[in-house]
């Protein structure tokens, strides 16, 4: 069956530290990859996506992913946390050509980010 | 607005009751979805409409659910009969672009149904 897993529920990192958000997906090809971000009080946002071509991809906000084939992953990273990116994350996937709407979500992480 | 609005933003319910949820999108935008989410799990796709039509309704979880958009703008998710495990958010998302295509989804804040 096709799944995405967030392995880390929450996440705690120091402001200014270096941020990396796990991501793996289940899919019989390559699907669609996105990231998204879900603030307090605000509506989900996507962050960045991957289709095709270059693996690291750049998104708003400084985040940026690497899609790893060999290891099925598309790990999102920051290099400095701002404590406004405290939040909830979710990797998406969708099969290649189907509607983004239909994407299904991992369970998310929090993260949560020390002055 | 700018944004999708939904509302209302907070709903509580009791067992048995019948509830509607709306979502007016962004102005212009043809695609519109609906997700539910339950507590701490990621957002999971109900329904998808492409003007006027649902597209597709593959996620809608039993036929107590049901949704419409009649003009191809506002929409109303609505739930029958309602149960203790329908409460959850109720998202609502649009695009400019719909089926065959990967248009950004813009999400509303959602709605919080409770149902005691």
């Known amino acids: 069956a096709q799944s995405v897993t967030q392995p880390d529920i929450h996440i705690t990192v120091s402001e200014g530290a270096s941020l990396e958000l796990r991501c793996n997906y289940s899919?019989?090809?390559?699907?669609?990859l996105f990231w998204y971000v879900q603030s307090p009080g605000q509506g989900l946002q996507l962050l960045l996506k991957?289709?095709?071509?270059?693996?690291l991809v750049q998104g708003i906000k400084g985040f940026e992913a690497e899609f790893k084939r060999s290891q099925s992953s598309f790990n999102l990273r920051k290099p400095s946390v701002h404590w406004s990116d405290a939040a909830e994350y979710f990797c998406?996937?969708?099969?290649?050509?189907?509607?983004?709407?239909?994407?299904?979500f991992g369970d998310g992480t929090t993260l949560t980010v020390k002055p | 607005g700018a944004g999708v609005s939904q509302t209302p933003s907070n709903k509580v319910t009791e067992k048995g009751k019948y509830v509607e949820l709306r979502c007016d999108p962004i102005?212009?935008?043809?695609?519109l979805y609906w997700y539910r989410q339950s507590l701490g799990q990621g957002p999971e796709f109900l329904i998808y409409?492409?003007?006027?039509?649902?597209?597709?309704d593959s996620g809608l979880p039993n036929d107590r659910f049901f949704a419409v958009r009649p003009e191809g703008s506002v929409s109303t998710l609505k739930i029958q009969r309602t149960e203790r495990g329908d409460s959850a958010v109720y998202l609502c998302?649009?695009?400019?672009?719909?089926?065959?295509?990967?248009?950004?989804?813009?999400f509303g804040e959602g709605s919080r149904l409770t149902v005691l």
């Open positions: 998302a649009s695009s400019l672009i719909g089926q065959g295509n990967t248009g950004e989804l813009f």
């Open positions: 899919y019989g090809a390559t699907p669609y």
């Open positions: 991957y289709f095709s071509g270059d693996t």
């Open positions: 998406a996937v969708v099969p290649r050509g189907t509607n983004a709407g239909k994407s299904t």
């Open positions: 102005s212009g935008h043809t695609a």
């Open positions: 409409f492409q003007g006027t039509g649902a597209a597709d």
